[in-house]
């Protein structure tokens, strides 16, 4: 037990998501005026025109995701329940913890967090990513986010990845095999990975990105001891420009081909259901996969507020507070953390 006396304040990120079908459109706005995901020469000036043009192209084509989903994404209050739970855990393990929600592109932004840590009077801070993977369009660009609205000196550590965590991958096993209960014949059903995409130019200046998600299947087929074939997919594709590939619908497509009957999904990405899940795979996928004679179609459950996966986001708190070494940045003192 890690017993401490200051207050730790722990802050949870997420990319958030519009609660109603009026903050569709908003909500993209905000996502697609972010320097950390559109990019390009002179984007400065031509940033937030291209990102007006897309949002409204694009909330038009999603709308029908978040109506499926109950008018708005759930993701909030999943993140909610997740740092209310993460709290718990910390305080019985003898940490004097508080924890806060900060989504990039819809409330509670990073400035609601940020307001609430002062208040708070935090003495230590954690930064934790909801991203297992990082990516400089997820984490990266939370946390930049979070320094330049946080220049306080206030001793700062940083997870920044948990993808090889052992507890974390033990809770998405549980899903796994929870979802393969369903099939009359579980060792038949094809397991299909699916994971965000991002712009492969993302990768090619040396996001890490791919490589962990490709890592994290590895290790789950593994852990899981599945005689079960699989394979890995990619979703959520915006734009003309190339991205990580093939397509869920691709997938999909090939699966069908191929006579597969039974296809258990795996969003391998993502730590709590929203319209990721719950619209694009288990309501879009889904109607496709029927259409193309797929007889079976299940998807695993968003870790959420999983006791496992509490345990783990608690484990990597606690560590990330024990380690020594520390990078200054600006006037706080911040250590990053690959957890393992």
Same mark, same amino acid.
């Given at each position: ?12 990120? *997420? ?31 031509g ?19 978040? @109506? ?13 329940? *997740? ?29 609601e @967090?940020?307001a ?15 991203y ?9 660009s ?36 929870? $979802? ?8 038949? @059903? ?19 990105? +791919? ?27 915006? #734009? ?35 319209v ?18 797929i ?23 606690? +560590? $990330? ?8 940045? #600006?006037? @706080? ?8």
């Open positions: 037990m890690l017993k401490t006396t200051g207050r730790v304040g722990v802050v949870l990120f *997420q990319l958030g998501g519009p609660d109603t079908l009026e903050a569709i459109e908003p909500f993209l706005y905000n996502l697609f005026c972010d320097p950390d995901i559109i990019d390009f020469p002179f984007a400065r000036l940033r937030k025109p291209l990102a007006r043009l897309i949002s409204k192209t694009r909330a038009n084509k999603v709308r029908h995701h978040y @109506a499926a989903v109950g008018g708005g994404s759930p993701i909030r209050r999943f993140t909610e329940q *997740q740092a209310s739970a993460l709290e718990q855990e910390l305080m019985a393990a003898g940490v004097n913890a508080q924890c806060f929600v900060a989504m990039r592109y819809w409330h509670p932004f990073t400035g @967090a940020i609430q840590v002062r208040a708070a009077g935090c003495e230590e801070i954690v930064l934790l990513p909801l297992p993977h990082y990516s400089r369009t997820t984490t990266g939370s946390l930049n986010e979070w320094r330049r609205l946080f220049p306080d000196p206030v001793r700062t550590r940083v997870v920044t990845d948990f993808y090889r965590n052992p507890e974390y991958l033990d809770a998405l096993v549980e899903r796994i095999e929870e $979802a393969l209960g369903r099939f009359a014949r579980p060792d038949n @059903a094809e397991i299909v990975f699916s994971a965000h995409s991002v712009p492969l130019s993302v990768i090619q200046k040396g996001d890490p990105y +791919q490589q962990q998600i490709e890592e994290t299947v590895e290790m789950l087929m593994e852990r899981g001891g599945w005689r079960n074939h699989h394979r890995l997919c990619y979703q959520s594709k915006v #734009g003309a420009s190339r991205w990580l590939q093939p397509s869920l619908h691709r997938g999909l497509r090939d699966l069908a081909a191929e006579k597969v009957q039974d296809v258990c999904i795996v969003p391998i990405s993502f730590v709590s259901d929203h990721e899940t719950l619209g694009e795979i288990d309501h879009e996928a889904r109607e496709e996969a029927e259409g193309l004679g007889r079976r179609f299940e998807m695993t459950r968003g870790l959420n507020d999983s006791p496992r996966f509490i345990r783990a986001l608690a484990g990597l708190v606690v +560590q $990330a507070m024990g380690r020594d070494a520390r990078v200054a940045s #600006g006037q @706080a003192e911040t250590q990053f953390v690959a957890a393992d």
